[in-house]
Nanobody, 113 residues
C-alpha cells in the first residue's frame, strides 16, 4: 500500500522560507516521477514542481527561482524548499506521483504580508 505523508507546512511572513517533506512508503522513490502540487481556496490545483526518476526537475513559472524540489531516495523522502515566499503562495500543498495515482493528505502553507 502506497502512503505519502507531507509535513513542514506552517505560517510565515512574506520573504520567509519553508521546507516541505513528503515521506513515501510502499513505492520505490527512485523509480517514480514525483511532484508537488498546491491548491488555494477557490483556485484550480497547480503543479508547482516535479522531479523525474533521474533527478531532472521542472517548475511552474510561479515557482521558478524560488522553489527547489529534491529527493533523498535512501530516506524515501521528497522535499520542496520554498524561499522568498509570497502571500500568493498560500495554499494546501500536496505531494503525489506525476501520474497523480497516489496523493498525500497535504500540508497547509500560509504566508502573511
Amino acid at each position: 500500500q502506497v502512503q505519502l505523508e507531507e509535513s513542514g507546512g506552517g505560517s510565515v511572513q512574506a520573504g520567509g522560507s519553508l521546507r516541505l517533506s513528503c515521506a513515501a512508503s510502499g513505492l520505490v522513490l527512485s523509480s517514480y516521477c514525483m511532484a508537488w502540487f498546491r491548491q488555494a481556496p477557490g483556485k484550480a490545483r497547480e503543479r508547482v514542481a516535479r522531479i523525474n526518476f533521474a533527478g531532472l526537475t521542472s517548475y511552474a513559472d510561479s515557482a521558478k527561482g524560488r522553489f527547489t524540489i529534491s529527493k533523498d531516495n535512501a530516506k524515501s523522502t521528497l522535499y520542496l524548499l520554498m524561499n522568498s515566499l509570497k502571500p500568493e503562495d498560500t495554499a494546501m500543498y500536496y505531494c503525489a506521483d506525476c501520474g497523480q495515482n497516489y496523493w498525500g493528505r497535504g500540508t497547509q502553507v500560509t504566508v502573511s504580508s
